[in-house]
């Protein structure tokens, strides 16, 4: 039970730092272009290629 006393407040630590974390990454514009990263992962870019012969 004593061991609470230590994970309550490292728990909550945890938790507050990943919503610091979300919360910047929300700032910073992270999450701006949801579709474009999608499309930009299945678009061909490269140039046709003739067959060899």
């Given at each position: 039970?004593?061991?609470?006393?230590y994970?309550?407040?490292?728990?909550?630590?945890?938790?507050?730092?990943?919503?610091?974390?979300?919360?910047?990454?929300?700032?910073?514009?992270?999450?701006?272009?949801?579709?474009?990263?999608?499309?930009?992962?299945?678009?061909?870019?490269d140039?046709?290629?003739?067959p060899?012969?």
């Amino acid at each position: 039970m004593e061991v609470l006393v230590y994970l309550v407040p490292l728990a909550l630590a945890l938790g507050g730092l990943g919503l610091a974390a979300f919360l910047w990454s929300l700032r910073s514009g992270q999450y701006d272009d949801l579709d474009g990263a999608a499309w930009r992962a299945i678009a061909d870019d490269d140039p046709p290629q003739e067959p060899r012969k």
